[in-house]
């Protein structure tokens, strides 16, 4: 699985990540076309390589025409649906605005509806959060680590007058996050573009084991003497055992450890319907997994007044489950969605490809508790492989299992 490392040891902003993604070995024609992409007039992009410490950092920094004062959220969903970006690219931007819009209400003792967005609402806010969101998906990222972020210290000027860092919207953010204090005399280090990136892709701490396969640093706009103002992301494959924010079952050891798995803590999500028709549910359920599900389940259940209904559970990583959460209310005709916690223990396991008379099938093996493996052939392969050779399908899954 391919993972990314963020390294926020001079705080994240958005400009921060794109510019590491850039280091990292996402493509230049990418970010200098966002801007059309996005349907946004009139942007141009600048690129360059600056010293940040004596480390060379890709500097990310747009021009921006005259905008609205603020933008309310239904304005951003608007031009982030429009996009041609990945669903799930889609609803992991979506999710970071509907955040920031949240903790902007709580904050202000208002509505959602009601809330402008000032900073994060404009046009760079909108290009650094779907930027980075669709360039770790250009690189093929699949989860996303963090490690403990500093908040700076001192004032910080804003649409809303002077405040302390880190802003109130800011520190909101990043509730649930590792963070500490300092360093002194750093100002904000952490922007809330920055915040919402990091609440909304970071499954947990870095892993004890990885393998590097690329890294990359975005510089930040200002300059410090005594240390690199910069984010560094490593891209990597994930190490044995690294799955989301699993951690290893506690007192597994002897012979049979290799096979105890890991244990996560995910969300799942709920709800229940008696006026969907069955095309809808078919497509709310792909569309659910195409934007980052671990797995959809429907069952029969029976709602009020014996009507016949069908119950959706999407299980989740706790990242996801904001855009996942969005997506049934918005996608399917629920009108409330039940989100609780609940933990996986998930057994290891490889993929590998045999060849069965001729025809190439994939295995998904998993280790047991006790050592021993147990495969379980492709089913897309198995029916394209019988397909192919007129044999049926049960002889091109048990040879597949027995080549294994």
């Known amino acids: 699985m391919r993972i990314a490392i963020l390294d926020p040891f001079s705080g994240i902003s958005g400009d921060m990540f794109l510019g590491a993604l850039l280091d990292a070995g996402l493509e230049e024609a990418f970010l200098s076309t966002l801007p059309a992409t996005l349907g946004i007039e009139g942007v141009t992009v600048r690129i360059s390589t600056v010293s940040r410490g004596e ?3 890709r500097k990310v920094d747009f021009g921006i025409p005259p ?8 304005h951003i969903r608007a031009i982030v649906e429009a996009t041609p970006a990945p669903d799930a690219v889609k609803a992991k931007a979506i999710a970071a605005f509907t955040l920031i819009t949240e903790c902007e209400a709580a904050i202000h003792g208002t509505t959602v509806e009601k809330v402008h967005l000032h900073e994060v609402g404009s046009v760079d806010a909108i290009l650094d959060i779907v930027g980075a969101i669709w360039g770790l998906e250009k690189l093929g990222v699949e989860r996303v680590f963090c490690g403990t972020i500093p908040l700076g210290d001192g004032f910080v000027d804003t649409a809303h007058g ?71 992301i490593v891209i990597a494959d994930a190490g044995p055992g690294t799955a989301g924010a699993g951690r290893p079952v506690p007192g597994a050891s002897g012979p049979g450890a290799a096979g105890t798995g890991t244990v996560e803590q995910l969300v799942l999500l709920a709800c229940d319907l008696d006026d969907i028709t069955g095309e809808l549910l078919a497509g709310v359920t792909d569309r ?15 709602m009020k007044k014996g009507r016949p209904g069908t119950r959706i559970e999407v299980l989740c990583t706790p990242a996801e489950a904001p855009a996942l959460e969005d997506l049934l209310l918005r996608e399917s005709t629920t009108i409330g969605v039940r989100r ?18 001729g025809q190439p099938v994939g295995l998904k ?36 299992r027995r080549t294994e």
């Open 55 to 57: 480390i060379a950092c």
């Open 162 to 232: 002077r405040m302390a860092v880190p802003t109130a919207a800011t520190l909101r953010l990043l509730e649930g996050l590792p963070v500490r204090p300092g360093p002194e005399g750093s100002g904000e280090l952490v922007t809330p573009t920055g915040a919402a990136l990091v609440r909304v892709l970071s499954v947990g701490a870095p892993p004890g084991e990885y393998v590097p396969r690329s890294s990359g640093f975005g510089a930040g706009t200002k300059e410090f003497t005594d240390r690199a103002n910069a984010l560094r």
């Open 340 to 357: 609780s916690t609940v933990v996986r223990r998930a057994l290891p396991r490889t993929h590998r490809e045999v060849s069965v008379f």
């Open 365 to 400: 093996v998993v280790t047991l508790p006790d050592g021993s493996t147990r495969a379980k052939p492709e089913f897309d392969d198995v029916a394209r492989a019988a397909r192919a050779t007129g044999r049926p399908m049960s002889e091109i899954s048990e040879t597949a």
């Open 67 to 74: 905008q609205p004062h603020g933008r309310h959220l239904k």
């Open 288 to 302: 659910l997994r195409d934007a980052g599900a671990l797995d959809v389940v429907l069952l029969h259940t029976t």
